[in-house]
């Protein structure tokens, strides 16, 4: 979710209880976060996945260990963890805890490279078929070429309007509409072929391998620099939280970290990698979720025609009364009503990529409740 929101005019009986709930909610999932949030990093030589504490203490290189080879991107989301395998051609999938390990979660990519993920579904780069793969967060309705034409693909970024890739052959970063559409192959053109990508709030990161830098852009491809951070030991994958900027040093065999502005570089930040390809963030470490008060905001701000606006709201509103009486598995029901409702109106009331926009949100706030296999 990379959005701003302005809390504007609500309906009155919700307004203030809403603000306070969201105010209450965004503190208590921070503080949760930051206690149970880590940084995650792929491991290719020695098929496991490494974890540490967001200061880098407790590093632990076999978080997961795997029989997979040549393991590439690492995403995370409130539940799960996913990495690429480039040989065994597979995403493989856990539980954030480690636990559940499922090393073919979903099969008959090509070459994969990057993998990254946001609240509906999961994405991937097809190195060989020079595709961007896409699935459903429970694996379902795979999609291998769901973005084609890219240039040997290698890492791959989503927020919450866009999806951005590496196009490591040609040179330049991707970008397309989360629907698939407005494919842009070269929205960023860079020095030398770009490895890992990343994206926040404001900017977007890549790593140049070859160039041993980081470089760094506006969301909308002005203001670049193509050695924002400099001196890395053959950085591949890159993540980016609230904070910092993260980069897996292939060649030293460690992790690197740097504040968002470029200052504090500290290329051993974690130590004792193997070949490390992959680095990925904990959602609670990027910004807090987004809560229901925030889902309410999403329509109220769009301008939608009365009938649907009041029709997605009034299913909003109800899970919202009924997470206000203590009744979570009824707030659940009414937002899978809404995320429906959404589904049914996509590209038809709704513009697609807004569409996905809040589904995305939707399916963070329900996992956020613990509502289960709503995924």
């Known amino acids: 979710m990379s959005r701003t929101y302005a809390w504007g005019p609500r309906p009155v009986v919700l ?122 967060v429970d694996g379902s ?92 030991s053959g950085p591949e994958g890159v993540a980016v939280d609230a904070t910092h900027l993260y980069w897996a040093n292939v060649a030293g065999g460690t992790i690197g970290r740097a504040n968002l502005d470029g200052s504090g570089v500290q290329e051993d930040f974690i130590t004792g990698a193997t070949s490390p390809l992959g680095v990925a963030v904990d959602r609670s470490l990027a910004e807090p979720p987004p809560t229901i008060a925030h889902l309410i905001e999403e329509v109220q701000e769009q301008g939608l025609p009365h009938g649907i606006e009041r029709s997605l709201l009034a299913k909003l509103e109800g899970a919202q009364r009924k997470l206000d009486a203590g009744h979570s598995e009824g707030a659940c029901g009414s937002l899978g009503a809404y995320i429906n409702e959404v589904r049914a109106q996509e590209g038809k009331k709704l513009e697609i990529a807004y569409a996905e926009a809040l589904i995305a949100d939707a399916m963070t706030v329900r996992d956020s409740l613990g509502c289960g296999s709503g995924r």
Do not use: C, M
Not at 221 to 230: A, K, Q
């Open 15 to 136: 307004r203030r209880a809403a603000l306070a709930l969201a105010v209450l909610a965004i503190a208590v999932l921070a503080l949760a976060g930051s206690a149970d949030a880590f940084v995650y990093w792929t491991n290719r030589d020695a098929r496991t996945i490494g974890r540490a504490n967001p200061d880098g203490s407790g590093a632990n290189q076999s978080f997961i260990t795997t029989t997979q080879f040549d393991l590439e991107g690492i995403a995370v989301d409130s539940a799960h963890i996913y990495w690429a395998s480039f040989v065994n051609n597979a995403l493989g999938e856990a539980n954030r805890d480690g636990t559940g390990v499922n090393q073919t979660f979903i099969t008959g990519a090509s070459e994969p490279k990057g993998v990254a993920v946001d609240g509906a579904h999961v994405y991937w780069a097809n190195s060989l078929a020079d595709t961007i793969g896409r699935a459903n």
């Open 141 to 232: 309705d795979v999609d291998q070429g769901f973005i084609s034409a890219a240039g040997v693909p290698a890492g791959v970024a989503v927020d919450g309007a866009h999806i951005y890739w590496a196009n490591g052959i040609l040179g330049e970063i991707g970008r397309a509409n989360l629907d698939g559409t407005g494919v842009d192959q070269d929205f960023i053109t860079v020095a030398n072929g770009p490895d890992g990508v990343a994206v926040d709030g404001t900017h977007i990161y890549w790593t140049s391998t070859d160039r041993g830098s980081i470089g760094r852009a506006n969301l909308d491809g002005s203001g670049f620099d193509d050695n924002f951070i400099t001196g890395a």
